[in-house]
């Protein structure tokens, strides 16, 4: 069982920043893949960025050039920092991570933290 702890959420204008933080209860380097979803009210949850162990990163093109993820093994933790944010970008974030095992792949999710952008 893992254990995903997150933070950083909170109310900010357009055009202001925000730094979202997953912390995992077990060592990162352990876990093949993680990444950053959200969702707004009345949709569905979609991936925002992701970041592999071998390092790939993905993004979607909402938010290239604007969000930056990664991973601090050290700290078992997994960053997104959020520039030039818009109201669009209002959602629940949630940390995803993805384990895969010969046989069997598991993914667990954080209780997700609000970001609120006011316009």
């Known amino acids: 069982q893992v254990q995903l702890v997150e933070s950083g959420g909170g109310l900010v204008q357009a055009g202001g920043s925000l730094r979202l933080s997953c912390a995992a209860s077990?060592?990162?380097?352990?876990?093949?893949?993680m990444g950053w979803y959200r969702q707004a009210p009345g949709k569905q949850r979609d991936m925002v960025a992701r970041?592999?162990?071998?390092?790939?990163?993905n993004y979607v093109d909402s938010v290239r050039g604007r969000f930056t993820i990664s991973r601090d093994n050290a700290k078992n933790t997994v960053y997104l920092q959020m520039n030039s944010l818009r109201p669009e970008d209002t959602a629940v974030y949630y940390c995803?991570?993805?384990?895969?095992?010969?046989?069997?792949?598991?993914?667990?999710w954080g209780q997700g933290t609000q970001v609120t952008v006011s316009s």
């Open positions: 995803k991570v993805d384990i895969y095992r010969p046989g069997w792949t598991t993914s667990y």
């Open positions: 077990v060592s990162i380097g352990s876990i093949n893949a």
């Open positions: 970041i592999t162990n071998g390092g790939s990163i």
